[in-house]
RNA sequence: CGGGGUGUAGUUCAUCGGUAGAACGCUCGGUUUGGGACCGAGAAGCAACAGGUCCAAUUCCUGUCACCCCGACCA
């Protein structure tokens, strides 16, 4: 990609009413742009971004068993009211037609997914089954906050789970346990299992926790990693010793990036999903439900990995692999040089963002490399005689390397 | 939803009862090229919206809307 051929620039100065560290960063760095307040418009490095993370939820969820499938945001009043969440569930929010017809746009989809799983599933055969879909959210949030990460339109992965047998829901859920902490750690992000409040459904759930003061959560956990727990329902408190004798406990602010619940038969019963079992007898189905807020990992990722220039993406989840720099001038073959250079590493299979613009100055270049975050940026100039400067976005040293030995570093 | 704050050019901000100005960005010309370079010339605004006061309102008053912050809320 060429950068002067690319929709949406960077800017000096955040807008105003960006306050958020992970708002104002990417909205500087032309990865999105807000709408109005809560909902935020992806630009294309934006897009780029959620679509790598969304990509590596799908081959985990993938991994597991998990079937892909879509869901409408426009639902059903009468499931809601079914559950009694039509009036309970405060941040639905309802979609009204020309003929006053109210619909519900999905905060959550049990109410979509149940019924629909009813017409397939009647027999233990059938089970267990994994379903999820990464899809847009709607939740009517009385104020909305923090860029990404308190949206009223938002994208997120949700998987249902259904089982036969409480003994089978219990091995799935410590598998997705497993899966979650894969996601996180391949997403770059250092989350914390967190055993939290099981609300109406049950009497615990577990959040995946990132600390950072831009979160809305506060958590008790062990340092030494061995124990956290949301400070809700947290029976120890802070300065006391973990469960295994470590301590002192610490207390922090965290931004939930995932949660797994058990939902038991609450919505099994509402719909009257059940199964046969072997004896011909209807039982009713168990069910868990999975959430990655996928929008809101790309804000907590913003907001945890940067410093003082700008973003420092994790590699799986960057824009681009490169940010290509060729600091031209009128005698020399720079501008040649880098072209050239751009055409290898795309032959390569490299993504590349090319910093072609002739007459930026280089220290405008370089301060949208920084700010854009790619994790790698090659600089072509006659300074380097004809090599090339290969420098992490992360560190502050560089190194001299020819065409060859760099692309060999990325297959490396 | 309670409290506080803000709406002026794409962005950040000035102005102030006499109908709008800068910087950045943008366009054109020229000079530049290792940390947001320089010179010159331009384009760009229904001053959120509605009403009121006044000879005259971006400015004062009222209302509405939007946005931000704190709190409450967050199956």
Aim: aromatic share 10%; proline share 4%; hydrophobic share 35%.
């Amino acid at each position: 990609m060429r950068y002067s051929a690319l929709f949406g620039k960077t800017i000096k100065d955040a807008p105003k009413d960006e306050v958020s560290k992970n708002s104002k960063l990417l909205t500087r760095s032309g990865f999105i742009r807000r709408e109005v307040s809560g909902v935020y418009n992806f630009l294309p490095l934006g897009l780029k971004v959620l679509k790598k993370i969304a990509d590596i939820v799908r081959e985990e969820m993938n991994a597991i068993g998990g079937q892909e499938l879509s869901l409408t945001a426009l639902q059903n009043k009468e499931s809601w009211q079914k559950t009694g969440r039509w009036k309970t569930f405060r941040a639905l929010m309802k979609a009204k037609t020309q003929l006053e017809t109210e619909y519900p746009l999905g905060p959550t989809h049990e109410e979509v997914i149940v019924p629909l799983v009813k017409q397939f599933v009647s027999s233990y055969k059938d089970l267990p089954l994994y379903l999820y879909q990464i899809q847009t959210k709607f939740r009517d949030e009385k104020r909305a906050k923090s860029g990404l990460l308190r949206g009223r339109e938002f994208l997120m992965k949700d998987l249902y789970s259904f089982h036969a047998q409480e003994k089978d829901f219990n091995k799935f859920y410590e598998i997705m346990k497993k899966t979650y902490k894969k996601v996180f750690e391949r997403l770059g992000l250092d989350a914390l299992e967190t055993l939290a409040g099981g609300g109406t459904f049950s009497q615990f759930s577990h959040e995946y926790q990132v600390i950072t003061d831009a979160g809305e959560d506060e958590i008790i956990y062990c340092p030494k990693g061995d124990f956290s727990a949301n400070a809700e329902v947290s029976p120890v408190k802070e300065g006391e010793a973990c469960r295994l004798g470590h301590g002192p406990l610490k207390k922090s602010k965290a931004i939930e990036v995932g949660n797994i619940f058990p939902l038991g038969t609450k919505f099994s019963d509402a719909f009257g999903l059940t199964y046969k079992n072997k004896e011909g007898k209807d039982i009713p189905v168990i069910m868990g439900c999975y959430g990655i807020g996928i929008s809101r990992v790309m804000g907590a990722i913003a907001e945890v990995h940067n410093d003082a220039k700008g973003i420092i993406w994790p590699k799986e989840v960057a824009p681009h692999d490169v940010y290509l720099i060729g600091i031209t001038n009128n005698e020399s073959r720079i501008k040649e040089r880098t072209d050239e250079a751009y055409d290898s590493l795309k032959k390569a299979g490299l993504d590349v963002l090319y910093d072609d613009r002739e007459d930026a100055a280089p220290g405008a270049k370089f301060a949208d490399a920084d700010l854009i975050g790619i994790p790698i940026r090659l600089v072509v100039s006659k300074r380097n005689e004809g090599k090339i400067e290969f420098k992490e976005r992360k560190s502050a040293k560089s190194e001299l390397l020819g065409l060859e030995e760099i692309i060999k570093k990325f297959k490396a």
